[in-house]
């Protein structure tokens, strides 16, 4: 991290001294088009407080863990499941995915959705979906029609 | 907080189960046109995470505490205090603010600074400036200009 306490944002949603990292995790990765930006690495006591972005037509990983998340849309628009349940997702929405919620973010095919998050920096792995979680979430046609894997 | 996941944003920075909170404290509260919106609670971990909004010729308290913040201007620009130096803050740009560091925010004439903030929530009390501490900061025709006290 810059010694500076001000670090200038950039245009396009970059700022000074942040890496844009293709967001990747070890073995299956099923999102598409995922970046991150950890902006506090260490914020206030072993928080970090990220920045994704979803390039037109793709998404986040559908998964779920202990630790929850608290997210604001920061850029765009696009929808999310939670749960159960599909939401429309606007600038500065905000998004409580409790611990165990299967949570999924898509941007649009026009689109980019860019959102803020915040974590516990010592988090548990996340979890994909098995055969029967998927088969549950499926249930619901919506939800079905929604879920990328 | 409403049990739905998603709380919608509305305009001017307002959402919906979010209470804008006319920021006081016990005793002097030497800040002026100061609101405040708390948007996670108990985001990850006993942290809040806050949105602050100072009106067109406000600003914070000057102030330090040991609990560091983090903060993303979301609104405006403006300028702040970070310890002895004075830095131009627009929006999206990220601002750490160490331990014992004096720090104030001021909003243009002409507009509104609004920025997140997250904190622990068990945090110590704010600590205002004495005699010996202004008169250290004053030392700097620069910081002398611009604090509010």
Redesign the interface.
Known sequence: ?NSS?????QPD?R?DD?EVQHYQREGPTPHKELTRQV??QD???H?E?RYFEVAAGGHSTLERHE????V???RGHGR?L??R?L?D??????????AF?WYQFRAPDDGILGF?C???RDRDHPQLPGGEDLAALKSDPGVAGFIRV
Chains 1, 2 share one sequence.
């Open positions: 991290m306490p001000v670090r200038k944002a949603f700022w942040v902006l506090f914020a206030v006591d928080r407080w630790h929850d998340h608290a604001m849309i920061l999310c939670v749960g349940h939401f997702i606007d600038e500065r929405d905000l998004i409580s995915v409790p919620t803020l915040l974590v516990s």
